[in-house]
């Protein structure tokens, strides 16, 4: 009881500091995926959807209604753009169900303490490979399937999803790079 | 209901997926089957102004090859004009002409957003419902067909381009006048399109011009593109033939919305026909 009085003020101002890189990289993900990643495309197969890297990176901690509503929010902020109402708010909501799972599965809980946020640099290359490629397939699997909305052409939509996934992940992993802090590996 | 509750709050995860997945594929089917005539897209105020400052900024990347083209189709409009022509009679008179009424009027728009490789492509341009704009107006590029106007607002308008599985066009083979439909190829391809329902004694040929025929709201004679390949449909009467379009779409900057004066009259005429039967 002493110590989490003493520990009250830090924890605060950590938490907003985690708010504000949020919302700044909800930003800075919405913009580049509206205005540069949208017009990047291999053979109308290969389509990069970088701005789940913000559900993929949201912290630990985050209680999963904020969970949800952020991905739905996210999915509709790009949906607005894409004149495609529902659609990514759907795939998106999908892939926080499966973040819950994977999470609850892969990390323990009583890890979360020193382990923040899901980033390569923290987390380490494997795992995040593994989680990265698990949740953008899911997702990119559900957008696309549910855009086409047929069974017909379902060959086709599959190996847009592998393309495309393979794409998105290859940008997760450069941009995690990019931000990669030493010190916070144990 | 105490357990209830206590179940509830165990698999919360599930319960919220259910609750938020259920709003949004609601708001998916029930939106995309109104032609998008919701606030959620880009002809909202936010989006929309948005748009228009980026592709002001993009509009300076290519500008040489806006101008050269718009050169281009000066001189193509030069040559049509009264003064291009070799006048060999002496006397001159000044008629007012009866006989030709204008039909078809062009406003001239800039594409402030525009994708390519999607299943359905659209186009925002920035002239609205203010400057004349109404649903199913054609729109042309100086190079051939662009699309049809879908959605109006006050400012802008949303183009369902030829790029969409939904767009079927009249269309005709320039030479012989064989009439058929023009969609969007298979296989998504943004350079390729597809006349299909073309009579087999047509007898195209490769290199031909596919244009508008004059049952569309287009002008007669504007070009899709050109006659690539040619394939009989198995065991029918009907050819399919693959065309090469015209317009680059991934580079459009300029097109033309045509107002056709006479398209509400057909319209309310052919639909009072129907009745009628």
Known sequence: MHLSKLDWRPGKRKMSRTILVNAIRFLVLVFMQVFLLKNITFYNLSTPYLYILFILLLPFEVPNILLFALSFLLGLTIDAFYDT???????????????????????????????????????????????????????????LNLEVFSFTEIQYTLSRVVLSSIFTVFLMLISGLLFFRRKERK | ??????????????????????????????????????????????????????????????????????????????????????????????????????????????????????????????????????????????SG?????????????????????????????????????????????????????????AQPKLGEQVVTSGYSLFPTGIPFGKITNLHAKGGGLLLNVDVTLAVDFSKLEYVYVVNNKFASEQTGLEAGQKKNE
């Open chain 1, 85 to 143: 109402p529902g659609l990514h708010a759907a795939a998106c909501v999908v892939l926080a169900l499966v973040r819950v799972l994977f999470i609850s599965i892969t990390v323990q809980k009583d890890g979360f303490d020193n382990e923040p946020e899901p980033t390569l640099s923290i987390m380490g290359f494997r795992w995040f490979f593994t989680y990265a490629l698990v949740l953008t397939l899911f997702h990119h699997f559900f957008l």
């Open chain 2, 145 to 201: 067909v662009v699309g049809l106007v879908v959605d109006v607002s006050e400012h802008l308008a949303i183009v369902q381009s030829v790029l969409n599985k939904n767009t079927r066009l009249s269309a005709m083979l320039a030479n012989n006048k064989e009439i058929g439909s023009f969609i969007w190829g298979t296989d998504l391809d943004p350079k390729k399109g597809l006349l299909i329902d073309i009579q087999n004694d």
């Open chain 2, 1 to 142: 209901m105490r357990n209830l509750l206590i179940f509830i709050t165990k698999y919360n995860a599930f319960f919220l997926f259910l609750i938020f997945e259920i709003s949004s594929l609601l708001i998916y089917i029930k939106y995309n089957s109104f032609q998008k005539a919701t606030f959620i897209n880009s002809t909202n105020k936010v989006t929309g102004t948005l748009y228009t400052q980026v592709s002001q900024f993009y509009g300076y990347l290519s500008l040489k090859e806006v101008n050269d083209s718009l050169a281009r189709e000066n001189a193509s409009l030069h040559g049509q004009l009264k003064s291009a022509f070799y006048i060999d009679s002496v006397e001159k008179r000044k008629v007012v002409d009866t006989v030709y009424k204008q039909q078809y009027t062009y406003i001239v728009a800039r594409v402030i957003n525009n994708s390519t490789n999607k299943r359905s492509n659209y186009i925002t341009i920035n002239r609205g419902s203010k400057e004349g704009i109404a649903k199913d107006m054609g729109v042309i590029c100086s």
